[in-house]
């Protein structure tokens, strides 16, 4: 699986301590996969919120006693399912996971089938906090590392992450008929649906640019912390992730918020900034 398919998740990082990386991708299988089931293909949205649902059901065979265990294939799980579950089981049941998580990923996927506009910054955030924050939270707790205030800079960075992933593929979510931005805002800077579809770069557009990446950059400062609260080589992948979001912030700013035609992305020297920045952090 490529890391790059789900960019808000860190999957199976050479960073990451060898132990949980099974883990980790066991997680990211079942993201990745309902993600799909959203986004991806030909199917209606009776159907994708039917394949969703046979998730939401699938999970609940995971909800076993926290003990160590072999694994076991369900012989009732669809086989497509079974692949995902039946070692996702044993993650959930290996490091004492919550179900919340998983189950707030698929209310978040459930609502890019059904809703494709945003009244406001609050409505966002709240579908940031099932779509990205549960990633983060989960990664605390396979760290051992649950407190309120780590659990607070996950959220401030995943929430970022999120919602720079929105200004990145403004383009790309328009052709799904999707726009996440809040809908308040656009009314109030004079930005219109007909503009996002020509791919306006005006005056406008370029307000509501820098308030986004403003608010962005705030969330990933006040997350930082959570870089040096987690130990060795987890903590380093934190910092990296951090940075990541910070060098793409710039990237936005350095083409005048034309992510229409410049999609800001990474390349080696910013990968190698980054890793200078958070050795110095």
């Known amino acids: 699986m490529s890391a790059n398919h789900y960019e808000n998740f860190p999957v199976a990082s050479f960073l990451l301590p060898k132990h949980l990386r099974r883990a980790v991708l066991n997680i990211y299988r079942f993201a990745r996969s309902a993600d799909d089931i959203a986004d991806e293909g030909d199917a209606s949205n009776a159907q994708r919120l039917q394949a969703l649902q046979a998730y939401r059901d699938a999970l609940k065979t995971c909800n076993t006693p926290c003990v160590q265990r072999p694994i076991a294939h ?158 060795g080589r987890i903590g380093l992948e934190l910092r990296l992730i951090v940075q990541g979001g910070l060098r793409i912030l710039e990237k936005i700013e350095h083409v005048d918020f034309d992510v229409f035609e410049r999609r800001p992305t990474l390349g080696v020297y910013d990968w190698t900034l980054m890793l200078a920045r958070a050795l110095r952090t």
């Open 74 to 231: 369900d012989p009732a799980l669809d086989p497509a399912l079974d692949a995902i579950f039946t070692p996702l089981g044993q993650t959930i049941a290996d490091h004492e996971l919550p179900l919340k998580p998983f189950e707030d990923l698929l209310s978040a996927f459930e609502q890019d089938i059904v809703q494709k506009r945003y009244a406001d910054q609050a409505a966002l955030d709240h579908y940031c906090e099932r779509s990205a924050n549960p990633v983060g939270r989960l990664m605390l707790h396979l760290y051992g590392a649950i407190a309120q205030d780590t659990l607070a800079w996950s959220d401030a960075i995943c929430t970022a992450l999120q919602r720079l992933n929105f200004l990145q593929d403004v383009a790309i979510d328009w052709q799904k008929d999707r726009i996440y931005l809040p809908q308040q805002a656009l009314k109030r800077l004079g930005v219109t649906e007909e503009a996002i579809a020509n791919g306006e770069v005006n005056a406008a557009w370029k307000a509501l640019m820098q308030d986004q990446v403003t608010a962005c950059r705030g969330l990933l400062h006040f997350g930082q912390p959570l870089g040096r609260r987690l130990p």
